[in-house]
C-alpha cells in the first residue's frame, strides 16, 4: 500500500460504506433503468464516482484485495 492508504475497518468505517453501499444500489437502478442491453462494472463504478466523488475514496483498501479501494467492494456487493 502507499503512504497514506488504509484497510477497511469495519468498526470505524460502517456509517461510510452504508452511506456507499445505498448510493451505489441507487446509481445501479437508475443505469438499468436506462440500458438497452448489458451494463459494464467499470461503468458502473465510474457513475458512483462522479455522482458521489466525496464518498468514492480510493485510500481505503480492501483486506482482501488490497489494490482494489474497499468502496469498488462496496459496488460490486450493491449490484
Do not use: F
Not at 62 to 76: E, F, I, R, S, T
Amino acid at each position: 500500500m502507499k503512504p497514506g492508504e488504509r484497510i477497511y475497518n469495519k468498526a470505524a468505517d460502517k456509517q461510510w460504506s452504508s452511506q456507499v453501499y445505498h448510493k451505489a444500489k441507487e446509481v445501479i437502478g437508475a443505469r438499468l433503468s436506462k440500458a438497452s442491453g448489458a451494463v459494464q462494472y467499470d461503468s458502473i463504478c465510474e457513475a458512483v464516482k462522479q455522482q458521489y466523488p466525496s464518498l468514492c475514496d480510493d485510500t481505503i483498501r480492501d483486506a482482501k484485495n488490497p489494490q482494489l479501494p474497499y468502496w469498488k467492494h462496496l459496488v460490486a456487493s450493491a449490484i
